[in-house]
């Protein structure tokens, strides 16, 4: 149990463009879903924490008019990388955690993305 | 505020040795602790967690004891596989899910045959 997917799982854009990436929890209901930066060699980077039905938290330094999540239902979260530019390739890691359990979160299995 | 540490990498180590991966922590409340993987290219994967004190968590032979006393959550694996090549993270939970886990900086270990 508890597994999150993610879509796509590679993806290569050119600058300016716009790139969605679909985060599922397949057999639980997220109250919570997660998105992270993973820069090569490096820890996570939380970007910002969204619950249902409502409007993401962003942490400090991320804009939220470039990284547009939503959370539309308990099992889907998305991420919209806007007018995407080359410093925006890297790696990007869903969560999710339900309201059980003891406060663990399980992790989709990642997206990169590169921007040319 | 709340953190984690753990030990820096890389860490290599030959198979069948002996494994160790510190892990201390800093919290305000009682946490729950938890020790995840990362094989390259993935996403991270639950590799097991305790949630309260004298806790063992264990899983695929990997092993971790919540100590209170010692603020420390350390990983060990008695006999360690070219498989278990990876970053392992260090992580807490204050809450049942609703706010961010806080990670270490991730332990990266080869292991070589």
């Known amino acids: 149990g508890a597994v999150v997917s993610q879509h796509p799982s590679r993806v290569i854009c050119k600058s300016g463009t716009s790139v969605k990436i679909e985060c599922r929890s397949l057999?639980?209901?997220?109250?919570?879903m997660f998105w992270y930066r993973q820069f090569p060699k490096q820890s996570l980077m939380l970007m910002a924490t969204?619950?249902?039905?409502?409007?993401?938290?962003?942490e400090q330094g991320v804009e939220k008019d470039k990284f547009l999540i939503n959370h539309a239902s308990l099992t889907l979260s998305t991420l919209t990388v806007t007018s995407a530019h080359p410093e925006d390739s890297s790696f990007y890691i869903c969560?999710?955690?339900?309201?059980?359990?003891?406060?663990?979160?399980?992790f989709g299995p990642g997206t990169r993305l590169t921007v040319l | 505020g709340d953190s984690v540490t753990q030990m820096e990498g890389p860490v290599t180590l030959s198979e069948e040795a002996f494994l160790t991966i510190n892990c201390t922590y800093t919290?305000?409340?009682?946490?729950?602790l938890f020790w995840y993987v990362q094989y390259p290219g993935e996403g991270l994967q639950l590799l097991l967690k305790?949630?309260?004190?004298?806790d063992k968590g264990s899983n695929k032979g990997f092993e971790a004891t919540y100590r209170k006393e010692t603020t420390s959550f350390h990983l060990e694996k008695g006999s360690v596989q070219v498989s278990d090549s990876a970053v392992y993270f260090c992580?807490?939970?204050?809450?049942?899910?609703?706010?961010?886990?806080?990670f270490g900086k991730g332990t990266r270990l080869s292991v070589i045959a």
């Open positions: 969560s999710a955690s339900g309201a059980a359990g003891a406060g663990e979160q399980f």
């Open positions: 057999d639980f209901q997220a109250t919570t």
């Open positions: 969204s619950n249902e039905g409502s409007k993401a938290t962003y």
């Open positions: 992580a807490l939970s204050l809450t049942r899910g609703n706010t961010p886990l806080v």
């Open positions: 305790a949630t309260k004190a004298d």
């Open positions: 919290a305000t409340g009682y946490p729950s």
